[in-house]
């Protein structure tokens, strides 16, 4: 994509043109989107489970490319939303200031400084031609309101907008119009992506935040468009916790949570870390791993000190091990050591694809903090192991240097 030359990461207008043709192509929307067919350039190994083609599959064997690739840098245009019943509270600059350097910040611990992703912006209020009531706009929304939303939003920028310079596009409304509705953020992808100023929109980020809005919000958002999924449990009828799959661990399980540097296998996904970072283990037997925390910065000149143990457990799952510390994204994180979880590339979205092990049963920590304090203190400290019988996987965690590695015992039965 040509790249935006506008100083200060402020989007560029451009001349106004016909808006006819976008606004017919916009003509079915969905929230869901199958993955499409993947090319070999993903990292590699025994150990990288098969992309399935379940909705955001955890398979990292090949990278999907209706996604782009969170490796370098990636533009992302914002565009401010307004109503006609209701004047704005708040400037375009302070709700862009809610979000970044934010944002990008935390991708860029979280990818070693691998991925820049650089926010443009307009700084001024487009409206909308009709109030936000009349989009009844809400979570589970209803899919023709929400198509009506999407063709007024891109008809508004038309004309203001070169899509073609951003690879990432946040549609922001004013928080304060009546009718917005906080809960309603979310990823939109579209079941007929627009060809618009020579580029193809295949989703885009709805942004209903309050002011300030949710930490880690559009972190967790954007992760979507970067082919993550949800890693929450949606409670039958609303009833239980959203948070038994993962609990504070990664932020598409919950943008609150205290860990939420991404998992090592989502790093790994996203090519963040590679294969000479990640030990993988196939056959039955014990072996002795030294790993270095998730967290910690990257060696200069490269870094082939391993990060994630992976164990093959079957065509379509894997044991993953890594070290959390108190740095970088998980400075907030309720206890430190080895996590163990598991990870299923055949699971959708919000299935379940991966869990996280529970490496002390029975017990709690960080209450009033934590999203989920049973598995607040998951991880296992020095001398303590976790045997899964369903995977026929033993990790024992054999000791901790001053430098802050671990050592750890993997048993494959």
Known sequence: MV??????G?????RPRRVGAVLTSL???????????AHAVGPGGPCALPRSQVHHSEGLDTWNPAYPRPVGRLDAVMIFLSFPDSRPEVTPERLAADHFPATSRFFERASYGRFELRAHPMNRWLRMPRSATAYRIQRDWDGDRRSEYLRDAIAAAEGNVDFS??????????PDAPGVDSDATKVVNLDHPVQIDGATLRRVVTVFEHHPPDRNVLAHETGHVLDLPDLYHRPTEGKGDWDTHVGDWDLMGSQFGLASDPFGWHKWKLGWLTSRQVACVRGRG????????????MLPGGDSRTRMVVVRTGPT???????RSAAGNDAATCSEGVLVYRVRSDLASGSGPIQVLDGHPGRQGCWGESVYPALADAPLAVGESLRSEADGVRVTVRGRTAAGSWTIGVTRE
Do not use: K, N, W
Request: charged share 15%; glycine share 2%.
């Open 3 to 8: 790249r935006p030359q506008t100083p200060m």
């Open 10 to 14: 402020v989007a560029r207008p451009r």
């Open 27 to 37: 003509c079915a929307i969905a929230t869901t989107v199958v993955a499409g067919p």
């Open 165 to 174: 310079r951003y690879d990432l596009v946040y549609f922001v409304a004013d």
């Open 286 to 297: 014990s072996s002795l791993h030294t790993l270095q925390p998730l967290e910690a910065p």
């Open 317 to 323: 799952s894997a044991i993953a091990v890594e070290a």
